[in-house]
C-alpha cells in the first residue's frame, strides 16, 4: 500500500517534470521565433555604383510607413499617362529605370537624363520631402545634411 502510493507520488512527479521540460522548451522555440526580430531597416547600397564616393545610407522602410505614415507612392511609382499607377508587386528597386550613374555634376546633364539619375532620383525623393516636412512643422526631425544621412561604413 504504502509502497504503491509512494510509486503514485514519483510518477505523478516524472509527469509533471515532463510537462515543465516541455513546457520550458516549447517556451524556448516559441521565444527563438521571436528572436531575430526583423531589422526593419536596411542599407541603400546601389549596384549602379561601383564604388561608393560617401559613407552608406542606412533607410528605415517601417517607420516611414508605419511611424510617419506614408503611402507607398510617395516613393514608388508607375507613371502611365502621367498618372501614378503603382501597386504592390510593381518594381521598388529605383535603379531598375533610374539608371544614369553620373554623381559629379549631374545637374548639368541634359534634362532627360537627369531624370534618370540614381542620385538626382533619391535626392529629390529623400531631401524633397524631408525639406517640406521640416519647414511645414518648423522642426529639423527630418535630415537633409549629408552626415546625417550617409552615417555607415562603406
Ligand atoms: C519613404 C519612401 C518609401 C515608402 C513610403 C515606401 N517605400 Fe518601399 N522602398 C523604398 C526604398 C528607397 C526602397 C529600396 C529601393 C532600392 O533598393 O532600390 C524600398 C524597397 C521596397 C521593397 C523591396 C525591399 C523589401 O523590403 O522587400 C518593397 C517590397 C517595398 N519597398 C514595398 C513598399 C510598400 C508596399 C510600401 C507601402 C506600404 C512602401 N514600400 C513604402 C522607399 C519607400
Ligand atoms: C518603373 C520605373 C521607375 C522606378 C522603379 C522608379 N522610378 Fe522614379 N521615375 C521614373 C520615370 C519614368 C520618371 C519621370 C517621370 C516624369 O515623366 O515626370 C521618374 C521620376 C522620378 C522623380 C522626379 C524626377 C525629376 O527630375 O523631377 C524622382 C524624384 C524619382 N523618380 C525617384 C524615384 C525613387 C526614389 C525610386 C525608388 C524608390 C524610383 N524613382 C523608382 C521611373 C521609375
Ligand atoms: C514622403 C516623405 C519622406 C520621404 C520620401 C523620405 N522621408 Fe525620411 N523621414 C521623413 C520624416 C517625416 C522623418 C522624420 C520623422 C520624425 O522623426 O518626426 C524622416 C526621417 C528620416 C531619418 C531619421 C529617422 C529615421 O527614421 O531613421 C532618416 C535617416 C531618413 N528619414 C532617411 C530617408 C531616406 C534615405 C529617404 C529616401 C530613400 C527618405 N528618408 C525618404 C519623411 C520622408
Ligand atoms: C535624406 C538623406 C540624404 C541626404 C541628406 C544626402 N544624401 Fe546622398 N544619397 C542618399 C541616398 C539614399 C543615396 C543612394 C545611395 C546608394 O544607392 O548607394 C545617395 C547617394 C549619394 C551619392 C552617390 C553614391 C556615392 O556614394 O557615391 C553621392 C555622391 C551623394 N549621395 C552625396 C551626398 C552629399 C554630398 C550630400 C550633402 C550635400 C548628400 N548626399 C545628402 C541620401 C541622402
Given at each position: 500500500?504504502?509502497?504503491?502510493?509512494?510509486?503514485?507520488?514519483?510518477?505523478?512527479?516524472?509527469?509533471?517534470?515532463?510537462?515543465?521540460?516541455?513546457?520550458?522548451?516549447?517556451?524556448?522555440?516559441?521565444?527563438?521565433?521571436?528572436?531575430?526580430?526583423?531589422?526593419?531597416?536596411?542599407?541603400?547600397?546601389?549596384?549602379?555604383?561601383?564604388?561608393?564616393?560617401?559613407?552608406?545610407?542606412?533607410?528605415?522602410?517601417?517607420?516611414?510607413?508605419?511611424?510617419?505614415?506614408?503611402?507607398?507612392?510617395?516613393?514608388?511609382h508607375v507613371?502611365?499617362?502621367?498618372?501614378?499607377?503603382?501597386?504592390?508587386?510593381?518594381p521598388t528597386?529605383?535603379?531598375?529605370?533610374?539608371?544614369?550613374?553620373?554623381?559629379?555634376?549631374?545637374?548639368?546633364?541634359?534634362?532627360?537624363?537627369?531624370?534618370?539619375?540614381?542620385?538626382?532620383?533619391?535626392?529629390?525623393?529623400?531631401?524633397?520631402?524631408?525639406?517640406?516636412?521640416?519647414h511645414e512643422?518648423?522642426?529639423?526631425?527630418?535630415?537633409?545634411?549629408?552626415?546625417?544621412?550617409?552615417?555607415?561604413?562603406?
Open positions: 500500500m504504502d509502497r504503491s502510493e509512494g510509486e503514485g507520488m514519483k510518477s505523478a512527479k516524472v509527469v509533471a517534470a515532463a510537462v515543465l521540460t516541455l513546457g520550458w522548451i516549447f517556451g524556448l522555440l516559441l521565444g527563438a521565433g521571436d528572436a531575430p526580430a526583423q531589422d526593419p531597416s536596411f542599407l541603400i547600397e546601389s549596384d549602379l555604383y561601383r564604388e561608393h564616393s560617401q559613407p552608406l545610407v542606412e533607410f528605415n522602410h517601417d517607420a516611414h510607413m508605419y511611424d510617419y505614415g506614408y503611402d507607398c507612392q510617395e516613393c514608388h507613371f502611365r499617362g502621367g498618372e501614378n499607377v503603382w501597386t504592390d508587386g510593381d528597386d529605383c535603379e531598375e529605370c533610374h539608371n544614369e550613374p553620373t554623381v559629379r555634376n549631374e545637374k548639368r546633364l541634359p534634362l532627360p537624363k537627369q531624370q534618370l539619375n540614381l542620385k538626382l532620383a533619391y535626392h529629390k525623393n529623400c531631401i524633397g520631402c524631408h525639406r517640406t516636412y521640416n512643422n518648423h522642426v529639423m526631425a527630418a535630415p537633409v545634411k549629408c552626415q546625417e544621412c550617409h552615417t555607415q561604413p562603406r
